[in-house]
């Protein structure tokens, strides 16, 4: 994986949905993106080249073939009556995609891009595998429920999304009273379970990725402070337990109240010598955090989480040399270019997981069965490799990722830690 720099900065903690942050703060952190030119003339071999083709991850794999991409088409199944909600592509298998295409009766722009994402994913290499049927969940638990048992009822074998957490765990009720799993797109990963599996990005893994690798550079001693939040806890709670398989001791955890992070800083200073210091808070809330650092005189290795890829982040004096463990920016922005080249506008942080989800669908399509959602297929041991990298899905719903770390020097994050492009075995 090349070493890059991230010039201004990208958000990528797309949502805490029904753990911390609320849906209108939410759909703030996701519209971000920096511009870049549009690709002209790049080929399918060139595309799938660059990590926008999902494949089966691994080296003891052969690969799933790519929609469009040459392979037999999957075989027909029955479909229930016509399709329901906006249909994309035309192939034999149908797969539902539930968004928050609106909210209090406007649209949404986390579900507009993730629309428009799924569109590229069906133009690009989807067509010919799948129907895809879009419907709005309107950005309420009902109205999910709704869009789900519609999906099902028209012959959905597979269903994407929804976003937000409750809405995950109306729309789940009915697909698993249904047998039908479903690929989320909400980060907390409570809604997950056996057949409802979650593609974003969880705070655990940021949390794992980021303490072995403080480890790893011979960081032996450590120090937490975090919100009082429900992000906090999440990310408190995983960073002792892994502390502990670490058999690194935690020498101190100081919570405060959002936005007086001055008491905690100063608790920390009190606890003596410490290699590294975690801090799981949210970008707009950093400055506030770097200055209470900065009065207390604690001069430590900084780890945090991917909501530091941040500009607001990037800048600050006290955060230059920290570490934060994020997802490779690179699909990302490739998939941007392509995304503003067809649509004229900037697509949010969850684009790439609608994307991924597509193709994933359609890929698995490909692969053929009856069985082609089932749990085997879908919690391969080796993985996917979609446009945020490598990823697998858990038998419990989870999902573990290839996450890079990054520094931040000079305003800008770079990675010093590549993202691993295979899982190791079990």
Not at 99 to 111: D, E, M
Not at 180 to 201: E, N, Q
Not at 289 to 301: E, F, H, P, Y
Not at 400 to 425: H, K, Q, Y
């Amino acid at each position: 994986m090349p070493q890059f720099p991230v010039k201004g900065g990208v958000s990528t903690d797309p949502t805490r949905d029904g753990r911390g942050l609320g849906r209108r703060r939410a759909e703030r952190v996701m519209r971000t993106l920096p511009e870049a030119p549009a690709l002209h003339g790049m080929s399918r071999r060139g595309l799938i080249g660059a990590g926008l083709g999902l494949t089966l991850a691994g080296c003891n794999s052969a690969g799933f073939d790519m929609p469009g991409a040459g392979g037999a088409a999957p075989a027909a199944s029955p479909a229930s009556g016509p399709a329901v909600g906006e249909t994309l592509g035309s192939g034999p298998v149908r797969v539902g995609m539930i968004l928050p295409l609106t909210q209090n009766g406007a649209p949404s722009p986390v579900g507009v891009s993730m629309r428009n994402a799924a569109q590229l994913a069906v133009d690009e290499f989807a067509a010919s595998s799948i129907t895809l049927m879009i419907l709005d969940d309107h950005s309420t638990p009902e109205g999910a429920a709704q869009s789900t048992q519609s999906a099902i009822g028209a012959g959905a074998q597979l269903l994407l999304g929804p976003v937000f957490a409750s809405d995950v765990r109306q729309a789940a009720s009915v697909a698993k009273a249904a047998g039908r799993p479903m690929i989320a797109f909400s980060t907390d990963a409570s809604v997950a379970g056996p057949g409802v599996y979650l593609l974003s990005f969880l705070i655990e893994g940021y949390v794992d990725r980021i303490a072995q690798f403080a480890v790893s550079r011979g960081k032996k001693n450590f120090a937490v402070m975090a919100p009082r939040s429900e992000y906090g806890d999440i990310a408190v709670a995983e960073f002792q337990q892994t502390a502990g398989r670490l058999n690194t001791p935690v020498a101190v955890i100081a919570r405060y109240a959002p936005g007086q992070s001055q008491e905690a800083a100063q608790q920390v200073a009190a606890a003596g010598q410490i290699d590294a210091l975690f801090i799981p808070e949210q970008a707009d809330a950093m400055p506030g955090v770097a200055s209470a650092l900065a009065s207390s005189g604690i001069k430590t290795q900084l780890l945090g989480t991917g909501v530091w890829n941040d500009a607001r982040v990037l800048k600050l004096p006290e955060l230059q040399g920290a570490w934060f463990a994020a997802p490779d920016n690179s699909g990302f922005n490739a998939l941007a270019q392509r995304y503003k080249a067809k649509f004229g506008s900037q697509p949010t942080r969850l684009a790439t997981l609608s994307y991924d989800a597509v193709t994933l669908a359609a890929a698995l399509a490909r692969g053929g069965g009856s069985d082609r959602y089932g749990p085997a297929a879908l919690t391969n041991i080796s993985g996917f490799n979609g446009a945020d990298g490598v990823f697998r899905f858990l038998p419990a719903g989870t999902n573990e990722r290839g996450l890079a770390v990054m520094e931040i020097d000079n305003n800008a994050a770079t990675v010093i830690s590549p993202a691993p492009r295979s899982f190791a075995a079990g």
